[in-house]
């Protein structure tokens, strides 16, 4: 599978709690590579779907590295490993 099948997948095992924990890092950029992140703007009313298009976007080549970084952030390892 693609990598955005494979993070909408690892996404789809997050609570609705955990998911707005994820979201809430994704606009920190002191957690993740380079100076990017998402605008909260655009974070705010993402749901899954949408996230995965707007961290391809944003990450490109990085958005598995982000993803594991974010999933250590939120305690979710069991997902790290599933990437």
């Not at 909408?8 to 002191?30: N, P, Q, R, T, V």
């Amino acid at each position: 599978t693609g990598i955005k099948e494979k993070l909408l997948k690892m996404l789809e095992h997050l609570k609705e709690e955990e998911f707005k924990g994820f979201k809430w890092y994704l606009e920190d950029s002191a957690v993740l590579p380079g100076p990017t992140c998402i605008p909260k703007s655009k974070l705010e009313k993402a749901d899954k779907l949408d996230l995965v298009e707007l961290m391809m976007q944003t990450y490109n080549q990085q958005c598995v590295e982000v993803t594991k970084r974010v999933f250590k952030k939120i305690k979710r390892n069991d997902l790290v490993q599933m990437l």
